[in-house]
C-alpha cells in the first residue's frame, strides 16, 4: 500500500511493538503475558510492516528466513529441557539461577525463561511464515 | 453464568455446523473458525468462570489470597488459541492452493480424489441452481471475481 | 531352553538367503542341521514323556492380559514335535535336490524355515494367545509357501484360498479359546484340560466347541473345507511332503486331540467328530480315484486320512486314541514318502500323470525301493505299522456297539479299501508295467531326493517290527494326553498277531477289495469324473462363489458408504454425534437438571450479543468481506468474554489472534472468488439447518450437564500451590505453560512450527513446478 501516512506510522510503530513484545514475553511470568502472546504481538508487527512496505521489504527487515527463527525457537525450547539432565532430573524439570548482584537489580535467569524465549520464536516464524508466503502467493 | 455461557456455546456449534455443512469450501473454513472458537469458550465454561480473580499470586504472597479464576482451563486454551489459528491458516492456504490446482472451490467439484460413479448423480437437495445474489459470471462456470 | 529351540527356526529362516549365498548348493545340508538338531534334542524328552511325566516352560509374554510364552511337552506334542523336526530335516536335504539351482531357494528356506518353528510353536504352546499366533503363522508362512511360484495366477489362488480358509478358521479358534479361557479363568491349556467338568457345565460350551471345531476342521480339511487342500498342492513338492504329511494340515487334528481331555465326553463333541471326520474320509478316498496326478492323488488320500484321525479322535475311547495315535505315525510316515518319492518322479520324469507313466523301478530303483516300502505301509501289509493300525482301527470302530459300530466299520473298510488303490496307483503306476516315453528321460535321483524317502519307509517297517518300542515311547503317552491320563499296559498294547480274530479277517477283506479296485481303477476313475462332471458343483467352486458375493457387497456397500461427496461424509457424522449423545443422554442421563437464570452484567450482555450476531452474520451474508468482519466480531467477543472471566493471557492472546486471523483470511480471500454455483438449494438449507441446530442443542444440554455436575480442583489447586514456592512464577498460567506442563507446550509449538513449514512447502513447490516447467498445480 502506498500511504504516506502508514509508511512513516509503520516505521515508528514497529520499533515500540516489538520492543513492547520482549517486554510482555518477559514479564509474563509473574503478569499477565509470556511467549506466546509476545509472539503474536512481535509477528502482528511484522505483518503490519509487510502490509505497509510488502512482503520483499519484510523479509529484507527480518534478514534471516522467517522458518530459522521457528527452528531456533524450538531449539531452544527443546534444549532448555535438557539441562535438566545434568541436574538428574527428568526432561524439561525447571531450574533456577538468581544471581545476587546487588539489591536494586532482581535477575532471574532460568530454563523456564529458555522455553517461553523459545516459544516466542515458535510463534514468531511460524506465523510471520504464513503471511508472508500468501501474500506473495501467486496463482 | 455457566447455563448462558452453554446456550451460547450451542448457539456459536450450531452456526459452525451449518457452514461446514456447506459447499463452499470458504464457507467450511469460516466455519471452522466459529467453531474453534466455541471449543474454547467450552472448556472455558466447563471449567467454571469467576469474575474479577484471574489467576495471579500477588507479588507478595507465596499462594494467592481468596478467590482465583481456574488456571489449567485457560493454559490449556492458550495453546488451543495458537494451534487453532495454525490450523486455520494451514487450511487457507491449502484451500488456496486447491483453488489453484482445480479452479473451483465447490467441494462437489472437487473429485479428483474419488472420481464420480459412472452412473452417480449428485447428492439430492442441491439443485445447483444460482442464486440471484450473485448473477456476474456465465452460467455454470466459475465465476472470477475478487472479494466482494 | 524350549522358547530358543521353538524359535530357532524363524533365526536361521533369517539369514538363509546369506546362507545360501555363501555356501552355494550344498546349503541344504547345512540348513538341515538345525532341525535334525532340534530332533536330537525332542528325543531327548522320550524317556521321561515315557513314564508319564510331562514339562512345562513358562517366559513372561505379556503379563498384563494373562499371555505368557508358556510350552509344555507331554505324549501328544512331544510325537508331533519330534514329526516335524525330524520330516523337516528331510524335507530340507529334499528341497536343496528339487530346487537345485533354482535362483528363490533362498526365499524358499526362509518360508520353509519359519513355517517349521511356526508349526513346533503351535504343537508346544500351552497358552492358548501362544497357540494361536503361532497357529496364524502357521497359515501365513504356508500361504508364502504355497505362493511360493507367484508368477502363476494358480499358486495365487491356492494361496490366498489357503489363507483365507485356515486363517478365517483360526480367528474362530481365537473365539473358542478366549471363550474356554474366560469360562476356565485361565488361558493355559494345560490347566483348562483339568477342568472339563467346568468346560461341560458352561452355558457357553456348546459355543466353544464349535469355534474351536471350526478352527481345526479348517485346518485340517475336513469336508466341506477340504478342498484348499488339492489345490495347494500348486506348491513346489517338497512344501507338498511337508505341509500334508506331518505338519500344518495336522494342525488341526493335534488340535481336537489337544482339547479332547477337556472338551471331549459330551455327545456334541462325539457326534462332530464322528460324522465329519467319517465323511470326509469317504470323500476324500473317493475322489483321489479320480485324479490323474500323483500328488492330487496323494492330496485327496491325505484328506481321507485326516478324516480318519478326526473320527478315530472322535470315538473318545481308549481304542480310538491308540487307533488315532499309531495311525498318526503311520500316516506321517508313508505320506512323507510318498509325496518325496511323486515329486521324485516327477522331477526325473518331468510328469505326475500315473497314466503316462510305467516301467520306472528299473530306471530308479532306490526311489522305488522307498515308495514301494510305504505303499505296502499304507496298504496296511504285515509287518508295517500301517497293518497295525488298520487292526486297531477295526477294533476300535467294532467297540462302537451294534449299529454304530456296524456302520462306522463299513465305512472305514470302504475308506481302507479306497486308500489301497490309491496306494497301487502311486506306488504300482509308475514303476511296473512297460515302460512309457516320458518327457525327460529317467535316470536315480539325487540323493537328496531318496533320501528322505528311505529313510521314512523305512521307520514305517522298523515301526511295525519293533512295535513294543513304539507303543512304550510314542502312542502310549500319546493316549495319555488324548484321555488325560496314562492308559495301563493292555489298553495301549499294540500287537502284530493277535490270533485269528474279526479285525484280521476285516484286514484281508479290505486288502481284497483293494486290490480288486485297482484293477478296475481306470473304470472306476471315468464313472466318478462322469458323476462329478453331472453334479457340476462343489465346495471349490462355492468358494468362489462365496468370495464374488463378498466381492458384490463390499461393492454396493461401498457405492452407498463412500459416495465421495464431502457433505454426505459430514451429515453422516453430525447426525451420528448428536443422536448417540442424546440416546446416552436419555438412557445413562448426565444431562442438564434444571436451568436458573444468574445474575448476567450488562457488559457480558454485550459481549455474548456480538458473539451471537457476529456467528449468525457469518451463517447468513454472502458477501466475503462481510463474512470476515463478522468472524472477527465473534473473535474479539469471545476476547471481551475472557476478560471479565479472569482471564487476562487469553484475552491478550485471543486479541493478537483474531487480528491475524482477519489478515490471513483478507489475504487468502483475495485470490479465491465466490463460487455461485456452490450455494445450497432450500431443501439442503432446511435440512442443514436442522442438522446444525440438533448439534448445538446437544453441545448445550452437554456442557450444561457438565457445569452442573462437580468439578474435581486438585491439580489447579496444585498448580496455585506451588506457582510460586516451587516455580517462582506469579501467572499460574504461565507457569503452567512453560514449566508444569512444558512437555505439552513444546508439542504444540511443533505443531505450530509445522503449520508454517507446510505453508511454506504448499506455496514454494507449486512456484517451484511452475518455474521448473511441470505445469500448474499440483500443490494442492
Not at chain 3, 473358542?176 to 494345560?190: D, H, K, P, R
Request: glycine share 10%.
Amino acid at each position: 500500500m502506498n500511504s504516506v501516512i502508514l509508511h512513516t506510522a509503520t516505521r515508528l510503530l514497529m520499533s515500540l511493538i516489538l520492543m513492547f513484545s520482549v517486554y510482555i514475553m518477559f514479564r509474563g511470568h509473574n503478569e499477565p503475558g509470556g511467549g506466546f502472546i509476545g509472539g503474536l504481538i512481535a509477528a502482528s508487527a511484522i505483518v503490519l510492516y509487510s502490509a505497509a512496505f510488502g512482503a520483499t521489504w519484510a523479509r529484507q527487515a527480518l534478514r534471516v528466513p522467517s522458518m530459522s527463527i521457528a527452528g531456533c525457537g524450538l531449539f531452544f525450547a527443546a534444549i532448555s529441557g535438557v539441562f535438566s539432565a545434568f541436574a538428574g532430573s527428568p526432561f524439561l524439570t525447571g531450574l533456577w539461577w538468581i544471581p545476587h548482584l546487588n539489591i536494586e537489580v532482581h535477575l532471574a535467569l532460568s530454563t523456564p525463561l529458555l522455553f517461553d524465549i523459545g516459544v516466542y520464536l515458535v510463534v514468531i516464524g511460524a506465523i510471520v511464515t504464513i503471511a508472508l508466503e500468501m501474500e506473495e502467493a501467486e496463482d | 453464568m455457566e447455563n448462558v455461557l452453554a446456550i451460547v456455546v450451542g448457539i456459536l456449534v450450531a452456526c459452525a455446523t451449518f457452514l461446514i455443512l456447506s459447499r463452499d469450501l470458504i464457507r467450511i473454513l469460516l466455519g471452522i473458525a466459529i467453531l474453534s472458537n466455541a471449543a474454547n469458550l467450552l472448556i472455558f465454561t466447563a471449567g467454571r468462570v469467576t469474575r474479577d480473580a484471574p489467576p495471579l499470586v500477588p507479588g507478595d504472597l507465596e499462594v494467592p489470597a481468596g478467590a482465583y479464576a481456574n488456571p489449567l482451563p485457560q493454559a490449556l486454551i492458550l495453546t488451543a488459541i495458537v494451534i487453532g489459528f495454525g490450523l486455520l491458516a494451514f487450511a487457507l492456504v491449502l484451500s488456496y492452493r486447491a483453488y489453484v490446482a482445480m479452479r473451483t472451490v465447490d467441494v462437489d467439484a472437487m473429485r479428483e480424489a474419488e472420481p464420480p460413479y459412472p452412473d452417480q448423480s449428485p447428492p439430492t437437495g442441491e439443485d445447483g441452481r444460482q442464486t440471484p445474489l450473485r448473477r456476474r459470471g456465465a452460467a455454470g462456470t466459475p465465476t472470477r471475481e475478487a472479494a466482494q | 531352553m524350549m522358547l530358543p529351540a521353538v524359535i530357532s527356526g524363524f533365526a536361521l529362516g533369517a539369514v538363509a538367503p546369506w546362507v545360501v549365498r555363501a555356501v552355494g548348493a550344498r546349503a541344504h545340508w547345512l540348513l538341515a542341521v538345525l532341525p535334525a538338531v532340534l530332533f536330537v534334542y525332542f528325543a531327548g524328552f522320550l524317556p521321561g514323556v515315557a513314564e508319564g511325566q510331562v514339562y512345562r516352560f513358562a517366559t513372561e509374554w505379556v503379563p498384563g492380559l494373562g499371555v505368557t510364552l508358556s510350552f509344555y511337552v507331554d505324549g501328544l506334542a512331544l510325537l508331533f514335535a519330534l514329526l516335524i523336526s525330524g520330516i523337516g530335516t528331510f524335507i530340507v536335504i529334499y528341497t536343496g535336490g528339487y530346487l537345485h539351482g533354482h535362483e528363490q531357494i533362498g526365499r524358499f528356506y526362509v518360508y520353509l524355515l519359519s513355517f517349521m518353528a511356526s508349526m513346533l510353536g503351535v504343537v508346544l504352546a500351552d497358552n492358548a494367545i501362544t497357540l494361536f499366533v503361532f497357529w496364524e503363522l502357521t497359515s501365513l508362512t504356508s500361504f508364502l509357501l504355497i505362493g511360493f511360484n507367484h508368477e502363476e495366477s494358480r499358486s495365487r489362488r491356492a494361496a490366498v484360498q489357503a489363507l483365507i480358509v485356515t486363517g478365517g478358521g483360526g480367528l474362530a479358534l481365537l473365539a473358542g479359546l478366549l471363550l474356554m479361557g474366560a469360562v476356565g479363568g485361565t488361558l493355559e491349556i494345560s490347566e483348562l484340560m483339568t477342568q472339563p467338568e467346568v468346560l461341560h457345565g458352561s452355558p457357553l460350551y456348546t459355543a466353544m466347541v464349535i469355534l474351536v471345531l471350526a478352527g481345526a476342521f479348517s485346518k485340517s480339511a475336513q469336508f466341506p473345507l477340504h478342498f484348499w487342500l488339492p489345490n495347494a498342492m500348486e506348491a513346489p513338492t517338497p512344501v507338498s511332503a511337508y505341509l500334508h504329511s506331518s505338519t500344518m494340515v495336522k494342525a488341526g487334528v493335534y488340535l481336537v486331540a489337544r482339547m479332547s481331555p477337556g472338551l471331549g465326553g459330551s455327545e456334541l463333541w462325539f457326534y462332530a467328530l464322528v460324522i465329519f471326520g467319517a465323511v470326509t474320509m469317504l470323500t476324500g478316498a473317493l475322489l483321489a480315484l479320480r485324479q490323474t496326478d500323483l500328488k492330487l492323488v496323494l492330496a485327496y488320500t491325505t484328506v481321507a486320512g485326516l478324516g480318519t484321525l478326526v473320527m478315530l479322535i472322535g470315538l473318545s475311547a481308549p481304542l480310538g486314541y491308540k487307533a488315532a495315535a499309531v495311525f498318526l505315525i503311520t500316516h506321517a510316515l508313508y505320506k512323507g514318502c510318498l509325496f518325496m518319492s511323486a515329486g521324485a518322479v516327477d522331477h526325473e520324469t518331468g510328469t505326475r500323470n500315473p497314466l503316462e507313466l510305467g516301467g520306472l523301478r528299473g530306471a530308479m530303483p532306490i526311489t522305488f525301493a522307498a515308495a514301494a516300502l510305504a505303499g505296502l505301509s499304507m496298504s496296511g501289509i504285515v509287518p508295517f505299522i500301517g497293518f497295525i493300525g488298520k487292526e486297531v482301527m477295526y477294533e476300535a470302530t467294532l467297540h462302537l456297539g451294534p449299529v454304530g459300530g456296524v456302520v462306522l466299520t463299513i465305512a472305514t473298510i470302504a475308506g481302507n479299501a479306497l486308500t489301497i488303490v490309491a496306494a497301487g496307483v502311486v506306488v504300482l503306476r509308475p514303476f511296473f508295467g512297460e515302460r512309457r516315453k516320458t518327457p525327460k528321460h529317467p535316470h536315480e535321483a539325487p540323493v537328496e531326493l531318496y533320501l528322505g524317502p528311505c529313510v521314512l519307509a523305512g521307520l514305517g517297517l522298523l515301526a511295525g517290527i519293533a512295535y513294543p518300542l513304539t507303543q512304550d515311547s510314542l502312542t502310549a503317552p500319546m493316549m495319555g494326553s488324548m484321555a488325560g491320563t496314562m492308559p495301563d499296559h493292555r489298553a495301549a498294547e499294540l500287537y502284530l498277531w493277535h490270533g485269528l480274530k474279526l479285525p484280521l479277517f476285516l484286514s484281508l477283506l479290505t486288502l481284497g477289495l483293494g486290490i480288486a479296485g485297482y484293477v478296475y481303477w481306470d473304470r472306476i476313475r471315468e464313472s466318478l469324473a462322469a458323476t462329478l462332471r453331472a453334479i457340476g458343483w462343489g465346495p471349490d467352486l462355492g468358494y468362489d462363489q462365496v468370495i464374488a458375493g463378498v466381492e458384490w457387497l463390499s461393492f454396493r456397500q461401498v457405492r452407498v458408504q463412500q459416495t465421495g461427496y464431502l457433505r454426505h461424509y459430514l451429515i453422516v457424522t453430525f447426525t451420528v454425534f448428536a443422536a448417540f449423545v442424546v440416546w446416552t443422554l436419555m438412557t445413562v442421563g448426565g444431562g442438564p437438571s434444571a436451568f436458573e437464570m444468574p445474575a448476567v452484567r450488562l457488559t457480558e450482555w454485550v459481549a455474548l450479543g456480538l458473539m451471537v450476531m457476529g456467528a449468525g452474520a457469518a451463517t447468513l451474508v454472502y458477501s466475503r468481506i462481510a463474512a470476515i468482519a463478522a468472524i472477527g466480531v465473534v473473535g474479539y467477543a469471545v476476547a471481551l468474554i475472557f476478560v471479565m472471566f479472569s482471564a487476562p493471557d487469553l484475552a491478550f492472546t485471543q486479541f493478537m489472534v483474531e487480528t491475524l486471523t482477519v489478515v490471513i483470511l483478507v489475504l487468502v480471500l483475495m485470490r479465491v472468488p465466490l463460487e455461485v454455483r456452490a450455494f445450497r438449494g432450500l431443501g439442503a438449507r432446511i435440512r442443514d439447518a436442522v442438522i446444525s441446530i440438533a448439534v448445538g442443542v446437544v453441545f448445550t444440554l452437554v456442557l450444561m450437564g457438565v457445569v452442573q455436575g462437580d468439578l474435581d480442583l486438585r491439580l489447579s489447586e496444585y498448580f496455585a500451590e506451588t506457582s510460586v514456592p516451587v516455580a517462582h512464577g506469579h501467572n499460574i498460567v504461565n507457569v503452567i505453560l512453560v514449566d508444569f506442563r512444558a512437555l505439552d507446550t513444546l508439542g504444540e509449538i511443533f505443531v505450530v512450527t509445522v503449520a508454517g513449514l507446510s505453508t511454506f512447502a504448499l506455496v514454494r513447490l507449486a512456484l517451484f513446478k511452475r518455474k521448473g516447467g511441470a505445469g500448474e498445480g499440483g500443490g494442492a
